[in-house]
């Protein structure tokens, strides 16, 4: 179906990753690709806006609510622009009580911001995560849904922290990251 409709301006080589996951399933099943389908257009747009969920809603013949189901269930999916490297602490209880509320008021105290917000310098954002099914690793956190971190002791914390802002400098991160629309 490539081509067939507006891909909300992803890229060639996005629609051929999405078309590579559509063909792990019968070809009659393509939805079974929207969780890929919405990764893979965040990885490129840094977020996913309504326009690009109801491209990946059309190019996988699906209705849009079915996608913005998918998209506000799992907190993987950026609904709104966030800064480069979003940060995701594990708050379920089994963190919580072994360190992971610590981690938290450390970030939220060092980063100036609560869970939901940005930095004023589009660098970081901070969010509050589920259970990652590593709780005896407490605490553990995500770094933009994919780079996984345990055992985060307010020194490891501190320097991760430096790390992704001499990072955000060079323009790594999220693409479009900042913060803003
Ligand atoms: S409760 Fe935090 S990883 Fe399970």
Redo the contacts with the bound molecule.
């Keep these: 179906m490539s081509g067939a409709t507006d891909t909300a301006g992803l890229s060639a080589a996005a629609i051929a990753r999405i078309d590579r996951e559509i063909a792990k399933y019968p070809a009659d099943q393509r939805q079974s690709a929207v969780m890929s389908a919405l990764a893979i257009a965040q990885d490129e747009k840094g977020w996913l806006s309504t326009a690009t969920m109801d491209a990946v809603a059309a190019y996988l013949a699906m209705p849009p609510v079915a996608v913005y189901e998918v998209a506000t269930f799992y907190t993987m999916y950026n609904r709104a622009p966030t800064g480069r490297f979003k940060l995701t602490v594990?708050t379920?209880?089994?963190?919580a009580l072994s360190g992971?509320d610590h981690a938290a008021v450390h970030l939220k105290k060092a980063l100036g911001i609560g869970f939901n917000e940005t930095t004023a310098d589009g660098k970081f954002t901070l969010k509050e995560g589920e259970?990652?099914?590593?709780?005896g690793?407490?605490p553990?956190m995500l770094v933009n849904n994919k780079r996984m971190l345990s055992w985060m002791s307010d020194d490891k914390l501190d320097a991760l922290l430096k790390e992704l802002s001499d990072a955000a400098d060079r323009g790594e991160g999220a693409p479009n990251g900042g913060g803003k629309p």
């Design positions: 594990c379920n209880l089994p963190c992971g259970c990652m099914g590593a709780c690793d407490a553990v």
